[in-house]
C-alpha cells in the first residue's frame, strides 16, 4: 500500500460528497499502514460549516486513538485543507500529511506562515489531476 492506494480511498470519499451535494472532499487517517478513520465534507447534510473532511477524520482518528494527538498518523486528503483545518492539524500534531489538489483560493498554505506543526511532513501531488477533475465537474454540474 502506497501514497496513490490511500488517496485513492480518499477520492472514493469526496465522490461520495459529491454524490451528497456536498463540496467533494475526502480524508482519510492511516496509522502504522491501517486506516484508522474516513471522512468527507458534511457541512450541508450537518448544516454545521467546521463539518469539513479533515475536522471529521481528526475526531474519528482521536476517538479510535484515546489521543488527541496523530503524531504517528498520515492524513490523506484530496484538497489542500483551509486554515481552520490545518490549525487543527496543528494541534493534533499529525505526523504527515499528504496533499492531492491545490487551493489556491482557500489553502493555508497561500498564508507566508506555515500554519502546520512545525514536525509535520507534507507531500502534495498525489492524484492530484484526479482530485482536480472531481472539482470543476462538482462545480460546473452546480453552476447549470
Known sequence: MNDEYFMGIALTLAEEAADNGEI?????????????????????QLTDVTAHAEIMAITAATQ????KYLT??????????CVMCAGALFWA??????????????????????????????ESG??????????????????T
Open 64 to 67: 479510535y486513538l484515546g489521543s
Open 24 to 44: 467533494p472532499v475526502g480524508a482519510i487517517v492511516v496509522c502504522r499502514n491501517r486506516i484508522i478513520a474516513k471522512a468527507r465534507n458534511q457541512t450541508e
Open 126 to 143: 498525489v492524484l492530484a489531476q484526479e482530485s482536480q477533475d472531481l472539482l470543476a465537474k462538482f462545480f460546473t454540474r452546480l453552476r
Open 93 to 122: 500534531q499529525l505526523g504527515r500529511l499528504v496533499i492531492g489538489a491545490s487551493d489556491a483560493k482557500r489553502g493555508y498554505s497561500r498564508l507566508e506562515t506555515n500554519l502546520l506543526h512545525p514536525k509535520t511532513r507534507v
Open 72 to 81: 504517528d498518523c498520515t492524513m490523506y486528503v484530496t484538497l489542500e485543507p
